[in-house]
């Protein structure tokens, strides 16, 4: 393919990097200026939402470098989420496993239940810098949606929130919470009727409404300058992270793993560890029942380049371009895309993607509830069951970090289903 | 199945309107109600149109309402393809000179390979295309594969684009300026938004290619409307519903309207 032609940029002015600069001497990573990741990213999406989009990230670069919005953030991150969230030595699932130590870096402690708090308090006060009165979210597994719901009604700003009917249902939990919390739930019924078609109705509505509404995309998807701002959002789990490592045993993990759907919490921690060469990383996608031939949401692992939802990443797709159904047990990572943040660091090797089934999964849920009394949410679970191997296969003197991204009290219905509880 | 690709469809279409003429464009979804029936569709239309605009389906169609969405997943459902839907395009076009311009998402292009598609869809004689997911920022690759084939990009501009980037985008643009009347996705509406004129106007002095509006005209009235300023419109859901209707003939009623409101004889 040859390079495009050289063409004058649309981001004015050129953003830095400030927030991940200012507090953290790694992790810095960020787009280019057309809004790219190495060859994915990027902005496709309608002219109609074209304008809207460049003054979102005119907002977010005068933002980023304001030592006031900085204040507040971190006010909202410890008074409103109570940040820092502990990390925790799981000594018990150590012991069990028989391997290297486990830590966790508990986001399910994060207020609303999942790290997804981190990317929609800052994202509203975005909301009210660009004198926008009305945000929209999709949501899959409902974490994000109740947490642009919390954000919302904290400012007190209408929401509104498309979710797919089949996790309307597999979800019910936190449809009821998105709704006591004051925002509107609209289920979808296209397509497979989960978290790529909730995105489809979002963008559809935001085309309609841009103008007074801001939408608060969950994860690092989406058209520049969502991968960017939603991934600096989310760093400083990573950053809190590696403080605590170093203060709690005086070194880096050797692993770091976390579950990747759109892949907003493996950014979030990640990024704390990319400049740091000895730090293995992983990433878990889901492989669904893991049987031949049946979907599953593993975009990265056989997936090809493609675009969808304004971005060029890894995606399921037939021959033809169609996209192709995913599916996953767990709702927040039934999706057949990724972020394009993670497609350059599966290309530039920096981080392996690994899989975990369904099964695989449940398994990681009950092992770690009944051994240290923590219910994960099922897409954590995934990045569980491969750091419970990755423990076994390093050897006791080693430390593996695992981002335990939220708390699974929303899927006791699906694992007592599955168990027969 | 080669058709002539030496087809300029800026010219073609501004030496009509230099007569006069107001154009009008049907949009159809590629395939239906039956590959047969889209290519008779296709050849019946033409006689009153200057152009027809094939959408050939994606599964996820953002910038579509209800009507077209509803008209994609039939589509994909009766087994339509790309390669599929160019060769029906090919076979209506040895019947008519009417030129087809492509409406579709970047994924099945991307996925073809924007060189492999572009050399397809001149084979079927295709004269332009309409990728809404892809904008000005994006298109540079793209518009160089379609000029070195001979077809034509065919920029949009929103209510929403300011005067300096409309201007960039009307002098960007190729076989004709596409004007997008409101803010939201295809649909019906029943009446114009003031802001399609205005955006007609901030468009005209930087194009001498025809300026189309599109997205919501659906009656013969409005169509009359938008082309008090503008040198023609494109009609899609209100077609496509009379087409899942298995209304053909109220598509070319339809269509016959909308000529004879746009240029009363």
């Not at chain 1, 309307?168 to 497979?192: C, D, F, I, Y």
């Not at chain 2, 930087?206 to 005209?217: A, M, Q, R």
Request: with cysteine; proline share 6%; glycine share 10%.
């Amino acid at each position: 393919m040859t390079p495009p032609r050289r063409r004058p940029s649309f981001w004015e002015p050129k953003y830095t990097d400030v927030m991940s600069a200012r507090s953290a001497p790694a992790g810095v990573t960020s787009a280019d200026t057309r809004g790219r990741w190495g060859e994915y990213g990027g902005v496709f999406v309608p002219e109609s939402l074209m304008e809207a989009l460049r003054q979102l990230e005119a907002v977010r670069v005068e933002a980023w470098t304001d030592p006031e919005f900085h204040a507040e953030l971190d006010r909202l991150n410890r008074e409103v989420i109570g940040r820092p969230t502990p990390l925790y030595l799981a000594s018990r699932l150590t012991t069990k496993v028989g391997g290297a130590r486990i830590w966790l870096k508990r986001e399910d402690m994060a207020f609303t239940g999942a790290h997804k708090i981190n990317n929609t308090l800052g994202q509203l006060l975005l909301t009210l810098r660009m004198g926008k009165t009305r945000v929209l979210a999709e949501t899959g597994a409902g974490m994000h949606g109740v947490a642009t719901a919390a954000a919302a009604a904290y400012f007190g700003i209408p929401c509104l929130v498309y979710m797919g009917a089949e996790d309307t249902r597999r979800q019910s939990h936190n449809v009821a919470r998105m709704k006591m919390l004051g925002a509107e739930v609209r289920p979808v019924t296209n397509g497979s009727e989960t978290l790529k078609d909730a995105i489809n109705e979002a963008l559809r509505e935001w085309v309609s409404t841009v103008e007074t509404t801001h939408y608060v995309i969950g994860s690092v998807v989406g058209p520049h300058p969502y991968p960017q701002m939603v991934g600096d959002l989310q760093s400083i789990i990573g950053r809190e992270a590696r403080g605590q490592m170093l203060e709690l045993t005086g070194k880096l993990p050797d692993a770091v793993v976390a579950c990747v759907g759109g892949g907003s919490n493996a950014i979030g921690i990640f990024r704390g560890f990319i400049d740091d060469a000895g730090v293995r990383i992983y990433g878990v996608e889901a492989a669904g029942t893991g049987a031949k031939g049946a979907p599953h949401s593993a975009a990265i692992g056989l997936g090809r380049p493609g675009v969808l939802h304004g971005a060029r990443s890894y995606l399921l797709q037939d021959n033809d371009g169609q996209i192709l159904p995913a599916h996953s047990v767990a709702p927040g990572l039934d999706y057949p895309g990724v972020g394009p943040e993670h497609s350059m660091l599966k290309d530039n090797g920096r981080v392996q993607y690994l899989t975990a089934t369904d099964a695989d999964a449940v398994a990681a849920f009950r092992t770690l509830a009944s051994s240290e009394g923590i219910l994960p949410a099922l897409e954590s679970s995934h990045a569980v069951a491969r750091g419970m191997d990755l423990a076994r296969s390093l050897g006791k003197d080693g430390d593996v970090l695992v981002c335990l991204s939220g708390r699974g009290d929303k899927d006791v219905d699906i694992v007592a289903g599955m168990l027969g509880l | 199945m080669s058709v002539d690709i030496q087809f300029d469809l800026g010219a073609h279409l501004k030496q009509k309107v230099s007569e006069g003429r107001k154009l009008v464009v049907p949009y159809l979804t590629c395939g239906l109600p039956s590959p047969g029936e889209f290519v008779d569709l296709y050849v019946k239309l033409a006689e009153s149109a200057d152009a027809i605009e094939v959408g050939i389906p994606f599964s996820d169609p953002v910038m579509d309402g209800p009507v077209i969405q509803e008209a994609s997943v039939r589509a994909l459902e009766a087994g339509v393809t790309v390669d599929g839907c160019l060769g029906l395009i090919a076979e209506a076009l040895k019947r008519t000179s009417t030129p087809a311009v492509v409406m579709t998402y970047y994924n099945p292009v991307h996925s073809a390979g924007l060189e492999t598609f572009a050399e397809k869809a001149a084979a079927a004689g295709v004269s332009g295309l309409i990728v809404p997911d892809l904008p000005y920022e994006e298109c540079a690759e793209l518009d160089q594969a379609l000029k070195d084939k001979g077809l034509a990009l065919i920029q949009l501009v929103a209510p929403t684009t300011p005067a300096e980037r409309a201007s960039m985008l009307a002098a960007a643009s190729r076989g004709w300026v596409y004007v997008v009347s409101r803010m939201g996705v295809t649909g019906l509406q029943d009446s114009l938004a003031s802001a399609s004129a205005e955006v007609v106007d901030r468009v005209k002095p930087h194009t001498d290619l025809p300026v189309l509006v599109g997205v919501g005209i659906s009656t013969g009235e409005l169509a009359g409307e938008a082309c008090r300023v503008a040198d023609g419109v494109i009609v899609g859901t209100a077609v496509v519903k009379r087409v899942l209707e298995d209304d053909l003939p109220g598509v070319v009623s339809l269509i016959s309207s909308m000529r004879e409101a746009v240029n009363p004889s």
